[in-house]
């Protein structure tokens, strides 16, 4: 009797739950996608393996595309890499997926996570701070920190090895700084954990992904990551309120009529508005952590990839040079912003960069409404998923997608595109609010760097081992893994057939042996740019050029 009643109540909840999700499960039965079992859906082909999360997703994604549906659990996800399809998509749909609730613990309510009515209003407050005329006037502190970086970079004489990417973190964390807030970064305490922080918050995060296990709440709780991601999140906290108690300081006594640009930065911004109870306090912390990240981590991983790229690219990069000599004929001048303007094909290298390894790979919005792109139907309640790596591959729009070449760019190769095809800043009015922020700061650092060092891969393009060069980066080797960043932005690197994150200090360890290897002809200075984990190593162009007076 009692296992007919067990029977009766599980079928029950079963045609409930069916009765319920009947408008999902009659549109995605139309559009194609690996094979899913009830309850599960296909989460145990992404769980069964250590291989790297995104990788694996967007593997699946590749082999359905152009449009494919896959479950996770009970929650459906639909992706498609046709223009047409993401521009209704970010232009309908203004809602973020659950999946961002991950991050509710660090920051519930801000631009990137919350929900479209806040988000509205939010988005309202900060654009004024983002506009043309403020922008312009960062240039100079654009400037400032890419020389300091230049100079910690020279200053490695003699070093061995370097965490480039930290390198150039830290300072778009003091750019960030220096420009969101008027705080002076050096006065922001645990402000060199920004970094650390962050990285570590993402490991987690992806590793909580990796465990099914730490996908229930309850456990998850229980677990010691947990611990640590409290802990994180703490920090971040009180770095993010330190920040704005030095900001208040600042402004002590209030002009009303203030119409400077410092009263205009974003968090100068935010506490005014305080004052007038239209954010509140718990409000602009969040922001302030979340625009502090979106600002600094972007923008190094951007300049670390491009980098990598010229580092392998040896003929392209001496283009990007020849430019830079002509445009900035004297290495010790600033460059005035006319001047970075002129700087075109490093400007198509950026951008062509931002295609192949685009810093953000997924896109994540929810339906509030059916979305029709013929012939399907993605239906109210779906998760939609933008995979930008994918978009920016697709071989109708992108002949030979996986060759590296900048005059894709050129004017009127990019008039014959649909508007979407190309969006690593996302598309419509929920796209990324730093588009020219980044662009200008990217821009400004890499010919920096360049106008002062060569960069290339210790051991040539030909001896690097395959499997470390990303797919799209290497032409000779097609079949080599996709490897795009991860939520964090890193590749992972395959060693004894474990697979580890590249987290600085664990990478440092566990990539001893390639990092003690001697380079011949290049014998200054080996960075490691974590990205994917090929040495760079760069040298002086200074030296250079003073080697070349001397021999003449
Ligand atoms: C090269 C550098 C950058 C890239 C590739 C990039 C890319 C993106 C992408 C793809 C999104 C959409 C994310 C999503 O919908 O899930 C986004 C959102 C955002 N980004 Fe960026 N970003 C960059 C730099 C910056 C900078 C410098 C800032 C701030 C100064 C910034 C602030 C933001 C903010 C606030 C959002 C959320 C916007 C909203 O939902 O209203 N980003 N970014």
């Given at each position: 009797m009692l296992i007919w009643i067990f029977i009766y109540a599980v079928t029950f909840v079963i045609i409930s739950v069916l009765w319920k999700k009947r408008w999902l499960l009659y549109h995605a039965w139309k559009i194609p996608g690996p094979f899913s079992v009830p309850l599960?859906?296909?989460a145990f082909l992404l769980s069964?393996?250590?291989?790297n999360f995104f990788d694996l997703i967007c593997g699946k994604m590749e082999s359905w595309r152009p449009v494919t549906k896959f479950w996770v659990g009970s929650q459906l996800y639909i992706a498609t890499t046709r223009p047409t399809d993401v521009e209704k998509i970010l232009t309908n749909c203004l809602n973020k997926s659950p999946?961002?609730?991950?991050f509710n613990d660090i920051m519930?309510?801000?631009?990137?996570?919350?929900k479209v009515s806040i988000w509205k209003e939010h988005r309202k407050m900060i654009?004024?701070?983002?506009n043309s005329k403020i922008l312009n006037s960062h240039h100079d502190t654009f400037v400032k920190y890419s020389r300091e970086m230049v100079k910690i970079l020279d200053d490695k004489?003699?070093?061995?090895?370097?965490d480039f990417l930290q390198v150039i973190w830290e300072k778009t964390v003091d750019v960030a700084l220096a420009t969101l807030t008027?705080?002076?970064?050096?006065?922001?305490?645990?402000?060199?954990?920004i970094t650390s922080i962050t990285a570590r918050y993402e490991q987690i995060l992806i590793q909580r992904f990796h465990t099914?296990?730490?996908?229930?709440e309850f456990f998850w709780k229980l677990s010691n990551l947990h611990k640590e991601h409290k802990m994180l999140c703490e920090t971040s906290h009180e770095i993010a309120k330190n920040i704005i108690a030095e900001e208040y300081m600042s402004h002590e006594?209030?002009?009303?009529?203030?119409?400077t640009i410092e009263s205009k930065r974003f968090l100068r911004n935010l506490t005014k508005l305080n004052r007038t109870m239209q954010i509140s306090r718990e409000e602009i912390l969040e922001e302030t952590i979340f625009m502090i990240i979106a600002a600094s981590e972007t923008s190094a991983l951007t300049v670390n990839t491009v980098l990598t790229i010229l580092g392998i690219y040896s003929d392209i990069q001496e283009r990007v040079y020849q430019e830079l000599v002509s445009v900035l004929?004297?290495?010790?001048n600033s460059p005035t912003q006319e001047e970075i303007n002129r700087l075109d094909y490093l400007e198509r290298v950026i951008k062509e960069t931002l295609r192949l390894v685009?810093?953000?790979p997924l896109i994540l919005r929810y339906a509030d409404e059916d979305i029709k792109c013929d012939p399907y139907v993605f239906p109210a309640g779906s998760n939609l998923v933008v995979p930008l790596i994918l978009l920016h591959r697709a071989p109708e729009v992108w002949p030979e997608p996986e060759k590296f070449d900048p005059?894709?760019?050129?004017p009127d190769e990019v008039a014959k595109?649909?508007?979407?095809?190309?969006?690593p800043f996302s598309?419509?009015?929920?796209?990324?609010?730093?588009l020219r922020f980044g662009m200008m700061e990217v821009k400004i650092m890499v010919a920096t760097i360049l106008r002062n060092f060569k960069v290339q891969t210790v051991g040539g393009r030909e001896e690097i081992?395959?499997?470390?060069?990303?797919?799209?980066?290497?032409?000779?080797?097609?079949?080599?893994?996709?490897s795009i960043p991860t939520l964090r932005g890193k590749y992972w690197f395959k060693k004894n057939n474990v697979y580890a994150s590249c987290m600085a200090g664990d990478l440092v360890l566990d990539i001893k042996d390639l990092l003690q290897m001697p380079h011949p002809s290049s014998p200054r200075k080996y960075l490691l740019s974590?990205?994917?984990v090929l040495l760079l190593s760069i040298q002086s162009r200074f030296d250079e050029k003073w080697c070349n007076d001397m021999m003449s």
């Open positions: 599960v859906g296909s069964a393996t250590k291989d999946f961002y609730e991950n519930k309510d801000t631009l990137l996570t919350s654009n004024p701070s983002f004489e003699g070093v061995e090895q370097t008027n705080v002076k970064p050096h006065v922001v305490k645990k402000r060199q954990r099914f296990w730490l996908l229930i006594t209030e002009d009303r009529n203030d119409d004929p004297n290495i010790e685009p810093t953000a005059d894709r760019f050129l595109r649909h508007r979407c095809s190309y969006i598309f419509g009015a929920r796209n990324c609010i730093g081992s395959k499997e470390k060069i990303p797919r799209g980066l290497d032409p000779t080797n097609p079949q080599a893994k996709l974590l990205d994917n």
